[in-house]
């Protein structure tokens, strides 16, 4: 920089005086991080005195690098007089003259200068601060120093003091050895008597006491080197007292993330790096404090299969932990991977656990609960079921104990559900009746009552005698092991026979009283109401003989008889309390399902808060649709019944996948000839019920009604209102819906329109099953049947040109038509099928028919193997429609 004032030139002619330029250029070589430098090219200033040309008295010192310059007021002198103006142009004019400096450039350079020295202060202030900080680091890692080695010299100290006290348990008769001296250093660095660091605050005021060196020209003018990284002094510590935890100790406080945060452009650690420093720092005073945190052993109870996240729940430790150990075995897991009881074994083992292996099936240990003392033991009521089979008049019979008219309601007449029912009797006490359908294809359902009954009612028209679904309720009867007692119904009609029914009875080892056995028969008439009484007092009869007995005041078993899903209350099961009192609000587990109870429902429609033994009742409440025939048991909590849940659940998922994969099990070749060879033809359908039984029975009925060549596949069964997803299942496999005693939304008939989705309601069983029938039997391939026409034998072959082989025949047996299949016979043996007869000609016409006895003329195309002796064969084919 020059500085230059322009100046008007004398009239003596002399040149203007100028400012010498005292400006020197040098280089700079700048530091940065990663090695990087850079050469900066840089001018220096020299310092020169400021003062008048010409002016009396002392010129001043030049000032010194810390010298501060006078400070001259700012404030321009007073003006003059006015009475004297001329003196001061005067001056000015004289001062122009001689080339001196205005008093506004001497004020802007004074200015600037106090500017330059007042930045040099600050510098020097914070130099200071910085060399403040760094002697306070270094006695801070002086002082952790000092900590450490009082830690391992008191680590140190136990370990002898233990290794005399086991030299002086050994030691012979009583007699010490004297202890070796130990070091009076760590003594006292144990006891904490090391000797002081010297505090900050005298070490700053040393520092700033020391006398500086000078610095250089460029800190002279202001400029400055990017100084390099120093380390930031930790916050400061309290000295713990002996004995206190170091929890605090090197902890991140705000003071220090100021110190960090604050400053220049002066670079500084990364929290991360100071996280990093701090982690390394803990593990090696962990090391000195005798190694690692002991572990906490533990019983960890590991069942078949186990995931990550609960097996590291169990260990109490971290799922990294569990997943870096598998890594190093070699495996990938992640945190919802499933791990076999022998893999999770020796991971907790591994941590030092000790474990304890179970069974994935010890979810259902303490779920029956243990048998009943006998003194706890009431009588109940007994549990009748009514067997029979269709039309034999059971809901009829049971109507008439009850006063009710249920058979009224019924589709069709039959009953195609389990009723459950409880008569209280003239005495005072109660019967509880389950009604079991008595259509063949409630098989399953029959199978449910008979096993869950005290007592068996057959029921058995005296006009129909033994049926088939009579002797199937025999059966299931005898394989339950309950006794049995024969109600001979409709003996009011006139062509009732009661004797030949019981003499058919014989026949499958039902031998009743009359003919020496132990069978109890009681002829009644539900129209009539004839012999009910009768019919009552023998149940009771037989209910003492058996001394029917349970525990009210235990938590309840049940068995499910029933179940639907029902639009306005949810899944609905019936069940039948074997055992405790069912209460509102129990938490019950059923098969796959479960649920906390939230109204009890009688068969009349009343609310009921507890239900005892042999009382069947309907359950609200539970999540899901049970399986009738599933056994429903209170349970403590929400987690037992869930696990008892879950495994159920995830059981049955295993059955039906190893069901469907059974039939997979075959090489691809073997699997692409059978579907290259089959003619086996599906009947894909979606069936949808009111109750669960009701499905389950259509199930198994069109599943008996397949064959080789055709069947039926059961795409889904479920239970409730025909919804939208299963219009879309339907569409997705090209199955139509069949609904039994239930209806479509109005979202899902619209769709199914669309769709173009078949949907058939049906509220008789056997209706379905018919219409079902003609479908598969329309699947049918058609039977071929031959009708036989007659036989001509070949007397001569003539050859005709543009026409080949021409056989003249006489018809020796039948006729012979045109349009007619024929065949040729050669010794008895069939050599071609030449199928329709074309050309028949008697002489030169052409004809339809032939007689016996007559000769024509018969030309087959191009085949021409045609001898002397051949035999044609002439018949018709018949398509003929085939039946299930």
């Not at 008996?704 to 039926?712: I, N, P, Q, S, Y």
Request: proline letters at 5%; hydrophobic letters at 35%.
């Amino acid at each position: 920089m020059t500085d230059s004032t322009e100046q008007e030139k004398p009239a003596s002619g002399r040149k203007p005086l100028t400012l010498t330029r005292t400006t020197s250029t040098g280089t700079v070589r700048q530091s940065f991080s990663h090695g990087r430098t850079k050469a900066v090219a840089v001018e220096v200033k020299e310092k020169r005195a400021i003062g008048r040309t010409g002016a009396a008295g002392p010129q001043p010192a030049p000032l010194g690098p810390g010298v501060p310059p006078p400070i001259r007021p700012a404030v321009a002198p007073s003006a003059p007089a006015p009475s004297a103006p001329a003196p001061e142009a005067a001056g000015r004019a004289a001062a122009s003259a001689r080339g001196a400096i205005t008093d506004d450039e001497t004020r802007r350079r004074q200015e600037a200068v106090q500017r330059a020295m007042g930045e040099r202060q600050v510098r020097d202030a914070r130099a200071r601060e910085e060399e403040t900080q760094r002697r306070a680091l270094e006695d801070a890692q002086r002082r952790r120093q000092e900590e450490d080695a009082a830690l391992a010299a008191e680590s140190e100290a136990r370990r002898r003091a233990e290794a005399d006290q086991e030299a002086q348990r050994l030691a012979a008769s009583g007699a010490r050895s004297d202890a070796a001296p130990r070091p009076a250093e760590p003594q006292q660095q144990a006891r904490g008597e090391a000797v002081p660091a010297p505090q900050n605050g005298n070490q700053g005021q040393a520092a700033a006491q020391q006398p500086k060196e000078s610095p250089d020209i460029l800190s002279e003018l202001g400029g400055r080197l990017k100084s390099a990284r120093k380390p930031l002094a930790p916050a400061p510590v309290k000295p713990a007292k002996k004995g206190e935890p170091r929890r605090r100790e090197g902890k991140l406080t705000l003071d220090m993330v100021e110190r960090i945060t604050e400053g220049d452009d002066d670079r500084v650690r990364s929290l991360a790096a100071y996280r990093r420093a701090q982690q390394k720092e803990k593990e090696r005073r962990a090391k000195l404090m005798g190694g690692e945190r002991e572990r906490v052993a533990r019983e960890v109870v590991i069942p078949e299969t186990i995931t990550v996240q609960e097996l590291s729940n169990r260990m109490a430790i971290r799922v990294a932990d569990i997943i870096k150990f598998m890594m190093r075995q070699g495996q990938m897991v992640k945190m919802t991977d499933t791990l076999d009881a022998d893999t999770a074994e020796l991971i907790a083992t591994e941590y030092g656990h000790v474990v304890r292996r179970v069974a994935e099936s010890d979810v259902e240990d303490g779920l029956q609960g243990d048998l009943d003392p006998p003194e706890t033991l009431k009588p109940r009521p007994p549990v009748v079921t009514v067997m029979g089979h269709v039309d034999h008049g059971k809901t009829s019979l049971l109507d008439a104990l009850r006063q009710t008219d249920v058979a009224a309601g019924e589709a069709g007449g039959i009953t195609q559900h389990i009723g459950a029912y409880q008569v209280r009797l003239k005495d005072g006490k109660r019967v509880t009746f389950l009604d079991t359908p008595g259509h063949a294809a409630f098989s399953s359902m029959r199978a449910r009552g008979a096993q869950v009954t005290d007592i068996v009612v057959l029921v058995v028209a005296a006009d129909d005698g033994v049926m088939p679904q009579t002797i199937e309720a025999i059966n299931h009867a005898k394989a339950s092991g309950v006794p049995i007692i024969v109600a001979v119904n409709k003996i009011d009609k006139h062509d009732a026979n009661p004797d030949r029914v019981l003499t058919d009875l014989l026949q499958h080892e039902i031998v009743t009283e009359n003919f020496g056995g132990d069978v109890l028969h009681v002829p009644v008439s539900a129209t009539a109401k004839t012999n009910l009484d009768r019919l009552v007092e023998t149940i009771e009869l037989q209910a003492e003989v058996l001394n029917l007995r349970a525990n009210p005041d235990r938590p309840a078993d049940a068995v499910v008889i029933e179940s639907k899903l029902d639009r306005g209350r949810g899944a609905v099961a019936t069940a039948l309390v074997k055992r405790g009192t069912l209460k509102r609000g129990d938490i019950v587990v059923a098969g796959g399902v479960w649920g906390r109870v939230r109204a009890l429902v009688d068969e009349r429609g009343q609310q009921l808060s507890e239900a005892g033994p042999s009382q069947p009742v309907e359950i609200m409440g539970l999540e899901g649709v049970p399986d009738p025939g599933d056994i429903l048991h209170v349970v403590e909590n929400e987690n037992r019944a869930r696990e008892v849940a879950d495994y159920r659940a995830r059981l049955k998922r295993q059955r039906i996948a190893q069901g469907a994969g059974a039939g997979q099990r075959t090489s691809l070749e073997q699997m692409m000839a059978r579907f290259k060879d089959s003619s086996t033809s599906e009947l894909s359908l979606l069936v949808k019920a009111d109750v669960q039984g009701s499905a389950e029975a259509i199930a198994g009925s069109l599943d008996k009604l397949g064959t080789d060549e055709v069947r039926a596949r059961i795409v889904h069964a479920g239970v409730g209102a025909i919804s939208e997803s299963d219009v879309q299942l339907a569409k997705t496999s090209g199955s139509p819906i069949i609904g039994f005693n239930v209806r479509a939304s109005k979202e899902a008939r619209e769709l199914a329109e669309r769709e173009g989705v078949e949907i058939r309601y049906y509220a008789i069983i056997y209706d379905l099953i018919d219409d079902i029938k003609g479908v598969m039997s329309g699947m049918l391939a058609p039977q071929m049947r031959e009708t036989f026409l007659g036989n001509a034998e070949v007397l001569e072959v003539f050859n005709i040109s543009k026409v080949g082989k021409v056989a003249g025949c006489r018809v020796s047996d039948g006729v012979v038509r045109k349009g007619a299949n024929v065949r040729i016979i050669r010794d008895n043996v069939v050599i071609q099928e030449m199928g329709v007869l074309t050309t028949l000609k008697r002489f030169k016409d052409e004809v339809n028919e032939v007689q016996s006895g007559q000769e024509c003329g018969m030309s087959f195309g191009p085949f021409q193997d045609i001898k002397q002796g051949d035999v044609i064969e002439c018949f018709n084919v018949e398509v003929v429609k085939r039946s299930l």
